[in-house]
């Protein structure tokens, strides 16, 4: 490999780790709570990166390390997050409420 692009891959790693506030595990963990919090299972990657605005490619790049989310990603993921929980908490209030009703 030429020394440019050795030079130039080392850089963008190391811009990129420098960047990230969270880690590829994270971007996993949060991809995976965001499809349970919606009810059902783990969030594809493809959904994920529609909900992000980023193409499914750059999900897995994500997950897998080779590059991290820019701070205005990872501020929209944790915005989807607490937005998710939010309502997941609403739907566990209401079924509460309905329960404690008698009929």
Do not use: C
């Amino acid at each position: 490999m030429p020394a440019t692009k050795r030079a130039r891959k080392g850089r963008n790693k190391r811009v990129a780790t420098n960047r990230s506030k969270i880690t590829p595990d994270e971007v996993r963990e949060y991809r995976r709570e965001l499809g349970h919090l919606g009810g059902g299972s783990d969030m594809s990657q493809q959904d994920f990166a529609q909900l992000v605005g980023v193409s499914l490619m750059t999900v897995s790049r994500w997950e897998r390390g080779v590059y991290a989310p820019s701070p205005t990603s990872i501020k929209l993921i944790k915005q989807e997050l607490r937005t998710a929980q939010s309502r997941a908490q609403m739907r566990a209030n209401k079924l509460l409420t309905t329960e404690a009703v008698p009929v």
